[in-house]
């Protein structure tokens, strides 16, 4: 764990928001001068604090209106079945985010973004389904995100 200072947590908290922001602006809504701002930007991200920068698009507007959040049950747990479905998943672009997780029955949570149902079933069917070792498939759907931050809360570090 890298230990970040007040000046710090301020750089990660305006570039969450504003992940466009020039060094310029950044410094100036930091309350550095440029050079030292950009040095320390260098140093996020070099340390790997910073992993990427992004730009967040609205999937309604590019008519992905449908989220499906899915659990899959795996019939053996053993690394070669987990690898082949993680390096399989990979090729899905439909697959947004997708965890191993415990505490379920299902042994992966993938949240998957698509155009309407049919797309959905075409996704499921024609995709996830024909995985080699897949043995259950949950799938629930959003009907709404209440919360659905991208940033880190840095307050309490």
Partial sequence: MVSLDRMDRRILEVL????????????EKVG??????????KQLEE?????????????????LKLTAMIQISMDRHTPDRFENF????????EVIS?????????????????TDMESYQDFLLGKLTTIQ????????FVLRKIIDRTSIPLTHL
């Avoid at 993680?86 to 672009?93: N, R």
């Avoid at 070792?133 to 629930?140: F, L």
Wanted: proline content about 4%.
């Fill in 32 to 41: 550095l001068s440029p050079s030292p701002c950009s040095r320390r930007v």
């Fill in 16 to 27: 969450q928001q504003e992940g466009g922001i020039s060094n310029l602006e950044l410094a």
């Fill in 86 to 93: 993680e390096k399989t998943l990979e090729g899905y672009l």
């Fill in 133 to 140: 070792g897949v043995t259950g498939v949950h799938s629930s």
């Fill in 98 to 114: 997708c965890c191993l997780i415990t505490g379920q029955a299902a042994d992966y949570l993938l949240e998957v973004l698509v």
């Fill in 47 to 63: 340390s790997g604090i910073i992993a990427r920068q992004a730009t967040l698009l609205d999937p309604v507007k590019l008519g």
